[in-house]
Nanobody
Framework: EVQLVESGGGLVQAGGSLRLSCAAS????????IGWFRQAPGKEREGVSCISSSDSNTYYADSEKGRFTISSDNAKNTVYLQMNSLKPEDTAVYYCAAILTPCGGSIYYPPLWNYWGQGTQVTVSS
């Protein structure tokens, strides 16, 4: 059974940091790219960042460059998203997902992704 389990969300003040984790199981981790997406109330799901498990190639949506860092621990089948300098507009449910292609422009097309986690809430207070 494929599972993607997010953790690490919570309530943080503006300017603070959080590290999200995505633990994957049930598929060959090295064959997939893992991405982070977020969805705020009333908005469409948007891509944040992704990483190819095979070569650790990373990709970031323009708005997150410099504040967010994605990384992967292939021994643990886990991908992390370090989020710094958080803003109230970062408030959303954050999801991780897996896709059987290299990471890149697919971050802009959520329907292409094969597997999804249940999400973790991130709330940034002003």
């Amino acid at each position: 059974e494929v599972q993607l389990v997010e953790s690490g969300g919570g309530l943080v003040q503006a300017g603070g940091s959080l590290r999200l984790s995505c633990a994957a199981s049930g598929f060959t981790f090295d064959d997939y790219a893992i991405g982070w997406f977020r969805q705020a109330p009333g908005k469409e799901r948007e891509g944040v960042s992704c990483i190819s498990s095979s070569d650790s190639n990373t990709y970031y949506a323009d708005s997150e460059k410099g504040r967010f860092t994605i990384s992967s621990d292939n021994a643990k089948n886990t991908v992390y998203l370090q989020m710094n300098s958080l803003k109230p507009e970062d408030t959303a449910v954050y999801y991780c997902a897996a896709i059987l292609t290299p990471c890149g422009g697919s971050i802009y097309y959520p329907p292409l992704w094969n597997y999804w986690g249940q999400g973790t809430q991130v709330t940034v207070s002003s």
